[in-house]
C-alpha cells in the first residue's frame, strides 16, 4: 500500500520535519526512494507528493530535471562511459565499444541480468585522467578494457573493485541509489525551519559567523 | 451607292482568314497563364493535400471560398498531418480568377486548370463543393462535369502555377521551384516564364 | 495600478515616461505606447524570466546592458533602448532560438492567425530560418484532460500554462519535466490534468501549443467575429468574448475586466456555449393537443392557448416561478407581467434552493474587490465557490495565496478552499448559528454544533478584530450551504454576524445566472423593481402598472406546495426545470401534476418541459441583447452574436405578446425601453442607461442600496440524534443539469455520486466501497451506494445533488429544517 518500507517512512518524515515546508523535502525524499529500489517508480513520486503537499507532476517535474534520479529500472550497477573529447581522444569509444561487447548490451540499455546498465555520459569531470568511466558514480581512472573486465568479475564476484583505484571511498560498492550508509540527525537549534522563510526578519542563527552589525534590512 | 459601299467593308472581309471559330466544335489553344476552374490536387500516395487552413478562404478578394477543417480520423487520414479540408466550396458566380489563393496555398493544393465551361441554370451549381474540385483518386485528373467539354490533354493542365512569392517578402526573390508529387503525374515541370527547373536565387525556403 | 508612492521618471527611447513605483518596465513601456515583444509576461501571473524575448537595452548608471523587461522594475533615472541595435539583435536572436524546434505548421495549427509568436517574428524576428536540422518530434497532440490537447512540439516552455495551473487556479498537475531540449510540458503519467480552470491555458498559451477541443480546426481567427458579453452559467458575471462564424458560437475567451473575472474563466463558464448551439434546442412552439401530446404549432395558437389559460383566472391562482436566468430587460418585463398585468405575486425566481429574497437584498453588500482587500477577512457561510462560482474561486484563492487574506470556513465539509483556510469550522448541518453564537462567547463551554468552544472563540477573535487588529474589512461569503437544510441555518447565522461584527458586509453566492438581477427586478415574492418591498414601493408604480398585488405571495416551495392542493390554475416556468432544479423532488413532482395550465418558456425539451401544456421556445444569452446583474449588484451587458434556432424568441417579447393578448400594454418594444421606466420607477436603476453601459462595458455599473435588514422567525433545528448521520448535499461543478448535459465538452465530466461518508464511520458501517446500505430519511427507506470520502465530517453523510448514481432530490424534504438519515440494520 504505502510505498516506503516502516524505516523509510520514518526517515522520511524525519526529513520532512527538518525544512519550514513539507515541500522543500522533495529531492531528499527522491533520493531516499531511489535508495530504496534502486530507481524512482510512480508509487514513489505518488506518495512522496502526497507526503510533501506538492502533487505528483511536480515531484515528477523537479525529479526529471536531475540526471541522477531514475525513472526507468536500472541495473544494480549503472556504468557511465565518457566519450567527451579528452576520453574520446585517449580512446573512450573504444572503451565504450568494449563495454557494450562484452556486457552484450547497447548503451542505454540494461543487461538481462539486471547487474548492469550502460550508459554513454558526456564529460564526467575527469579530463586528466582520461579514458575514465564511473560504476555507480565511483570513478575508474585511465580505464581501458582490462580494468572494465576485472570491474566486471569483481562485482560479478560479489568482491569490491573499488581497491583498483576510485578515490573517496571506504572499498565498498552499493548498489545504485545508494546514498551513505550513516543518516545524518540534525539538532533541533541547527534546523533550517526555525521560523517560516517569509517571517524571518534576520540570517538563521547556524549562518550568522560574527556577531550581527547590520541589521537585514540593508542586506 | 452608298449602299455598295457599305458592303465593300463585306466583300473585302469575306477571302480574309476568319477571326472567329466554330466553337464548340473547334478550340482555340489556351494562353499558358489561363486561369480556368480550380482543382484540388492529391500527393503521389493518393493523400488530399488540402489541410483546410483555409488561407485561400482568407486571402480571396471575392469571398467566395468556403472552408472548414477538421480532425484527421487518426486510423484513416484524408491528408497527412492532423488537420483536413473537411468542407472545401467556391462559388463560381463570384470567382474573379485571380489565383491569389494558388498563391497562398502552403500545400499547393489548389491550383487552377484550363478549363474555363461554365455552364449551370441554377445558383447552386455554380458553387463547386469539394467532391467536384477534388481530383480523382485514382487518375489524379480532374471531374469531368456534365457541362464540360474535354479535348484530349486538356485536363492535363492543372498545376505547374509557381508561387511569386518569396518566404520573407523580398522583391528580389526569385523563386526555387519545389514542387511536390502529385497523383498521377509525379513531379510535373514548372510552366514557362519564371525561373525554371533550377535555383536560380540566393534565397531558400524555409526550413519546414 | 499601484497609486501610491511617487512615479518613477525613467528614459524610453529618449522620451521621459513615469512609471508607477515597483511597475514593471515591460509594462510601463506598454502603457506608454512602446510595445516590447513578449511570451512569458502575463500581467495577471508574477514574472519568471523564461522566454527572454523582452531583452533590451538599459542603462541604470553602469553603462547599458541587455535585461529582461519582464524581470526589472522601473527604477529613477533608468535609460532605455528598446530601439538599438543590440536590442534588436538580441530579440532576433531569441526569436530564432524559439523557433529552432517549433515546427512551421502554422497552416494546420489553430493559433495560426492570432499567435503572438507569428507576430512577433515578423515585427521583431530575423525573417528567414538558418535552420535546416531536424527539429525534436514528439506524439502530437496527446490529450492533457478531456477537453485540452497538448502538442509539445510547438511549445516554447513560456510557463505560461504551468505557472497558471500553479499559481492561479492552485492545480498544478502540469510541470515541467525533463532539462535541457528534452524539456516538456506534460502531466503526470495517466493522471490528467484534471482542473476546473484548464481551458484558461489554452488561452493563455503563446502559440498552439495547447488547443481547446470544442474549436479544434473548427475555424480560423480572420473568419471570427466578435462581441463583449457576459457569462450566464453563473451568477459571477464574467466577461467574455463571444466569437462566431458563420452564424454559428465558435469559442468564449475570457476577458480580463479588473473587478470581475480577471480574465479567467471556468470552464463551464468557457464550453457551456455548446449547448446553446445544441441541435435539441427549441425551435417552435409546442402545444398539448386534444391527443394528450405536445405537437409542434405555430406563435400564434401557442400565445392564444397561453393567453386563454390566463384570462379570467384569480390571480391567487397564478404562480411563476423561475427566471433567474433571464436578462435584467426579461425579468422586468415579467414581473411587469405578472405583478402588473396578472397581479399575481406568487412569484419566485428561486426554486428553493436558495435564499430569501427580502433578507439577502438587506444586507449590507460587498462587491468582489472588497470581498478580495488584500489583508482582509473572509468568512465562507455558504456553499463551495470552486463547485458553483468557478472564477469567484479563482478570486478569492488569489486573496489568500497572494495577497495575505484571512479565510475562514464555516461550512460542513471541506470545500476547495480548505487548503488556503486559517481556519475551517466543521459545523454540523443545521447548527451554524450556535457556532456562530460560541464564537463570540456566546453559549456555554461545551462543544457546539460539532465544534469546540474554543476552535470557535478563536475564530470569533480573529473575525471581531480582537486577534488581528482592526481595520481589516470582514465579507461574509453567503450562500446555501447544503440543499438538505433549510435556508433558515444560514440565515440566522448570518444575522448573528451581522450583529457582532462591525461593519462587516456580505457577498451573497446565490449561483444561478442572472439571479440577483431577479430580486433586484422584483422576481420574488414581496418585491417590486428596484430592491423594495410591495407596501413601500406601490406608490411609485402606480402611474406605470395597472395592478400591484396586495399581500406578499408565495415563494417557490409554497407555490409547489399550493400547486399539489390544487391551488394553482395556471403555472408558469420561465426556464425552470422544476423537476431537476427543485431540492425536493417528491414535492416538484406533485407540484407540476397539481397545476392546472403548465406554460414553459425553456430553451430545451427538459422532464418539466415535456410535462408542460403551452411551450414556447426562448432565446439562449448568445441570442439575446440585454444586460445581467451579477452577485455584486454589477449590471453588465450581453450581447446578441447569432440567431435563434427556429422561430425562438426573446423572453420579454414573450410577456410583451402574452400581455397585448390580454388587453395591456408593457409599453416595452426592445430591451432600451426597459430603462428608460426603470429610471422612473426604481431610483437605484436611476445612473444606469444604455448608453453609460455602452461607456462602461467591460467593468459593468454597480447598483447599491436596498431595503432595511429583514429578520426571519428563527429556525427551530431538532438536536442531533448520535445514532443518524445529518444529510449534506452539495453541488459539483458538472452536473445532469440541462445546460451542462447538452455541452458535449462537459456532459462526461459529471460525476456519478453515492452517499460518502468520513472514513472512520464508513468503516463502521461494515460495507464495502460501493456497496449498498438501506437508509431510512424523511422520505422513507431508500436503498442507496455508499463509500468513503475525507472531505466529509463524522456523523454526516454526504450527497452531490443533481447527478447520476443516488439521487438527492428523493431523500429532501422541503419543510425539514434538517435531514437525518438513520442506517437500516440488515
Not at chain 1, 15 to 33: F, K, M
Not at chain 1, 161 to 189: M, S
Request: glycine letters at 10%; aromatic letters at 6%; a negative charge.
Amino acid at each position: 500500500m504505502s510505498f516506503f518500507t516502516e524505516a523509510n517512512a520514518r526517515t522520511a518524515a524525519e526529513v520532512i520535519a527538518r525544512y519550514p515546508r513539507p515541500r522543500s523535502a522533495v529531492i531528499p525524499l527522491l533520493h531516499l526512494a531511489q535508495e530504496q529500489e534502486g530507481w524512482v517508480t510512480r508509487d514513489a513520486m505518488v506518495e512522496i507528493a502526497e507526503l510533501t503537499g506538492a502533487t505528483p507532476a511536480e515531484v515528477l517535474g523537479t525529479g526529471s530535471f536531475y540526471e541522477m534520479f531514475r525513472f526507468h529500472p536500472v541495473g544494480r550497477y549503472v556504468v557511465n562511459v565518457c566519450t567527451n573529447i579528452s576520453c574520446q581522444l585517449l580512446g573512450g569509444e573504444e572503451l565504450l565499444h568494449h563495454v557494450e561487447e562484452s556486457l552484450e548490451v547497447h548503451a542505454g540499455g540494461t543487461t538481462a541480468d539486471g547487474m548492469f546498465t550502460v550508459e554513454e555520459v558526456e564529460c564526467v569531470a575527469a579530463c586528466t585522467e582520461a579514458p575514465c568511466f564511473t560504476v555507480n558514480y565511483r570513478y575508474f581512472h585511465r580505464a581501458d578494457p582490462d580494468t572494465f573486465d576485472a570491474v566486471v568479475d569483481d562485482l560479478r564476484a560479489g568482491r569490491s573493485p573499488l581497491a583498483r583505484g576510485a578515490q573517496g571511498d571506504d572499498g565498498n560498492l552499493p548498489a545504485h541509489g545508494t546514498l551513505g550508509r550513516l543518516r545524518q540527525h540534525i539538532p533541533d537549534d541547527r534546523r533550517a525551519g526555525v521560523v517560516p522563510p517569509e517571517q524571518a526578519d534576520q540570517e538563521p542563527v547556524w549562518l550568522r559567523t560574527a556577531p550581527s552589525t547590520t541589521s537585514a534590512a540593508d542586506a | 451607292m452608298g449602299y455598295f459601299r457599305g458592303f465593300a467593308v463585306t466583300f473585302r472581309k469575306l477571302w480574309e482568314k476568319r477571326v472567329t471559330i466554330p466553337y464548340p466544335e473547334q478550340k482555340r489553344d489556351k494562353p499558358e497563364r489561363l486561369h480556368g476552374r480550380h482543382v484540388l490536387n492529391r500527393y503521389e500516395d493518393g493523400m488530399e493535400k488540402c489541410i483546410g487552413c483555409e488561407l485561400c478562404a482568407g486571402v480571396c478578394p471575392a469571398n467566395c471560398i468556403y472552408v472548414r477543417g477538421a480532425d484527421n480520423p487518426p486510423d484513416d487520414p484524408v491528408s497527412p498531418g492532423e488537420r483536413f479540408g473537411f468542407v472545401y466550396e467556391i462559388n463560381y458566380l463570384r470567382c474573379i480568377h485571380c489565383d491569389l489563393c494558388v498563391e497562398a496555398c502552403p500545400t499547393e493544393a489548389i491550383t487552377e486548370s484550363k478549363l474555363f465551361e461554365f455552364s449551370f441554370t441554377n445558383r447552386s451549381d455554380a458553387v463547386y463543393t469539394k467532391d467536384e474540385l477534388m481530383v480523382d483518386g485514382e487518375t489524379g485528373r480532374p471531374q469531368q462535369l456534365p457541362w464540360e467539354d474535354w479535348r484530349d490533354g486538356e485536363d492535363t493542365h492543372t498545376s505547374g502555377w509557381m508561387r511569386a512569392t518569396s518566404p520573407s517578402g523580398s522583391a528580389a526573390y526569385v523563386g526555387k521551384v519545389s514542387w511536390s508529387g502529385e497523383l498521377g503525374y509525379g513531379i510535373r515541370a514548372p510552366e514557362q516564364g519564371r525561373s525554371g527547373g533550377e535555383a536560380n536565387g540566393d534565397d531558400e525556403e524555409e526550413g519546414s | 495600478m499601484n497609486d501610491v508612492g511617487q512615479s518613477v521618471e525613467i528614459t524610453v527611447d529618449g522620451r521621459t515616461v513615469l512609471a508607477n513605483p515597483g511597475e514593471l518596465l515591460i509594462d510601463a513601456c506598454e502603457r506608454t505606447g512602446t510595445y516590447i515583444p513578449r511570451f512569458c509576461h502575463h500581467p495577471r501571473m508574477r514574472p519568471v524570466g523564461m522566454c527572454r524575448s523582452c531583452l533590451v537595452e538599459v542603462d541604470t548608471g553602469r553603462g547599458p546592458a541587455l535585461q529582461a523587461s519582464c524581470m526589472l522594475e522601473c527604477s529613477p533615472g533608468m535609460q532605455v533602448d528598446t530601439e538599438s541595435e543590440r536590442t534588436r539583435k538580441a530579440q532576433a536572436g531569441v526569436l530564432e532560438f524559439l523557433l529552432v524546434n517549433h515546427p512551421l505548421d502554422c497552416p494546420v495549427c489553430d493559433k495560426g492567425g492570432e499567435c503572438p509568436l507569428q507576430d512577433q517574428t515578423m515585427a521583431f524576428g530575423p525573417g528567414e530560418s538558418r535552420f535546416v536540422e531536424e527539429k525534436r518530434h514528439f506524439e502530437k497532440p496527446i490529450p492533457v484532460n478531456d477537453n485540452v490537447f497538448l502538442d509539445r512540439e510547438r511549445c516554447i516552455l513560456c510557463d505560461r500554462c504551468t505557472r497558471f495551473a500553479d499559481e492561479v487556479a492552485g492545480d498544478a498537475l502540469i510541470h515541467f519535466q525533463g532539462r535541457g531540449s528534452d524539456t516538456e510540458v506534460n502531466t503526470f503519467p495517466d493522471e490528467p490534468f484534471s482542473s476546473y480552470f484548464s481551458g484558461n491555458t489554452v488561452q493563455v498559451c503563446p502559440v498552439g501549443a495547447l488547443t481547446a477541443a470544442p474549436y479544434r480546426f473548427k475555424a480560423r481567427p480572420w473568419d471570427l467575429e466578435e462581441v463583449e458579453s457576459t457569462s450566464v452559467v453563473d451568477s459571477v458575471g464574467s466577461r467574455i468574448a463571444v466569437q462566431s462564424s458563420r452564424d454559428c458560437v465558435l469559442r468564449f475567451q475570457g476577458v480580463d475586466a479588473d473587478a470581475v473575472n480577471w480574465g479567467w474563466l471556468c470552464d463551464k463558464e468557457r464550453f457551456i456555449f455548446e449547448a446553446y448551439d445544441h441541435e435539441d434546442r427549441l425551435g417552435t412552439p409546442l402545444l398539448r393537443g386534444d391527443d394528450g401530446d405536445l405537437a409542434p404549432t405555430g406563435w400564434g395558437e401557442a400565445l392564444a392557448a397561453a393567453a386563454a389559460a390566463l384570462t379570467d383566472v384569480d390571480p391567487d391562482r397564478i404562480a411563476v416561478l423561475g427566471g433567474a436566468r433571464l436578462t435584467n430587460e426579461s425579468q422586468y418585463a415579467w414581473t411587469k407581467f405578472a405583478k402588473g398585468v396578472l397581479g399575481t405575486d406568487h412569484v419566485d425566481a428561486q426554486l428553493g434552493d436558495g435564499l430569501p429574497a427580502d433578507f439577502v437584498l438587506g444586507l449590507p453588500r460587498a462587491t468582489i474587490d472588497e470581498a478580495c482587500t488584500p489583508g482582509g477577512i473572509i468568512v465562507l457561510l455558504g456553499p463551495d465557490p470552486k463547485e458553483e462560482l468557478g472564477s469567484l474561486y479563482l478570486r478569492l484563492r488569489h486573496a489568500v495565496v497572494h495577497d495575505g487574506a484571512t479565510l475562514i470556513e464555516l461550512t460542513p465539509r471541506a470545500t476547495g478552499l480548505t487548503p488556503f483556510a486559517d481556519h475551517s469550522l466543521r459545523v454540523r448541518p443545521g447548527e451554524a448559528v450556535d457556532v456562530v453564537r460560541a464564537m463570540f462567547g456566546e453559549g456555554g463551554t461545551a462543544p457546539i454544533g460539532g465544534v469546540t468552544v474554543e476552535e470557535a472563540q478563536a475564530v470569533g477573535a480573529i473575525v471581531s478584530g480582537a486577534a488581528v487588529g482592526q481595520n481589516r474589512p470582514v465579507t461574509v461569503l453567503l450562500g446555501r450551504q447544503s440543499l438538505a437544510e433549510a435556508p433558515g441555518t444560514v440565515v440566522d447565522a448570518a444575522l448573528v454576524l451581522h450583529d457582532w461584527i462591525a461593519d462587516v458586509r456580505f457577498l451573497s453566492m446565490l449561483r444561478r445566472g442572472n439571479v440577483h438581477g431577479a430580486l433586484d427586478l422584483g422576481l420574488a415574492p414581496g418585491l417590486l423593481p428596484g430592491r423594495v418591498g410591495l407596501d413601500e414601493g406601490r406608490p411609485r408604480f402606480a402611474a406605470a402598472w395597472p395592478t400591484t398585488p396586495a399581500t406578499k405571495g408565495r415563494d417557490a416551495l409554497e407555490s409547489l406546495r399550493a400547486a399539489a392542493d390544487g391551488e394553482v390554475d395556471v403555472l408558469v416556468l420561465l426556464g425552470a426545470d422544476v423537476l431537476t432544479d427543485v431540492p425536493d423532488h417528491d414535492l416538484a413532482r406533485r407540484g407540476l401534476e397539481g397545476a392546472g395550465t403548465v406554460i414553459a418558456l425553456d430553451l430545451f425539451a427538459t422532464p418539466t418541459v415535456a410535462a408542460a401544456d403551452v411551450v414556447l421556445p426562448a432565446t439562449a444569452p448568445t441570442e439575446t441583447d440585454g444586460t445581467v446583474t451579477n452577485l455584486e449588484g454589477r449590471v453588465s451587458i450581453v450581447a446578441r452574436k447569432v440567431t435563434p434556432p427556429g422561430t425562438a424568441r426573446p423572453d420579454w417579447m414573450i410577456a410583451v405578446e402574452l400581455a397585448r393578448r390580454l388587453g395591456a400594454d408593457l409599453g416595452i418594444s426592445s430591451p432600451d425601453d426597459v430603462w428608460a421606466e426603470l429610471s422612473v420607477v426604481s431610483p437605484i436603476h436611476a445612473h444606469i442607461d444604455p448608453e453609460a453601459l455602452a461607456v462602461q462595458a467591460r467593468e459593468g455599473i454597480l447598483v447599491s442600496g436596498g431595503p432595511a435588514l429583514v429578520r426571519p422567525a428563527p429556525l427551530e433545528v431538532p438536536s442531533h440524534d448520535k445514532n443518524s448521520y445529518r444529510l449534506v448535499v452539495t453541488r459539483s461543478m458538472y452536473d445532469c443539469g440541462v445546460l451542462t448535459a447538452h455541452s458535449r465538452s462537459l456532459a462526461g465530466l459529471a460525476p456519478v455520486t453515492r452517499l460518502a461518508f468520513e472514513p472512520t464511520d464508513f468503516a463502521a458501517l461494515g460495507v464495502a466501497e460501493g456497496g449498498r446500505i438501506e437508509v431510512r430519511g424523511p422520505r422513507g427507506n431508500i436503498d442507496v451506494v455508499v463509500g468513503p470520502d475525507s472531505r466529509v465530517t463524522k456523523g454526516t453523510a454526504h450527497l452531490l445533488f443533481n447527478q447520476r448514481g443516488v439521487s438527492a432530490g428523493d431523500l429532501i424534504e422541503a419543510t425539514a429544517a434538517v435531514i437525518d438519515l438513520t442506517v437500516v440494520p440488515v
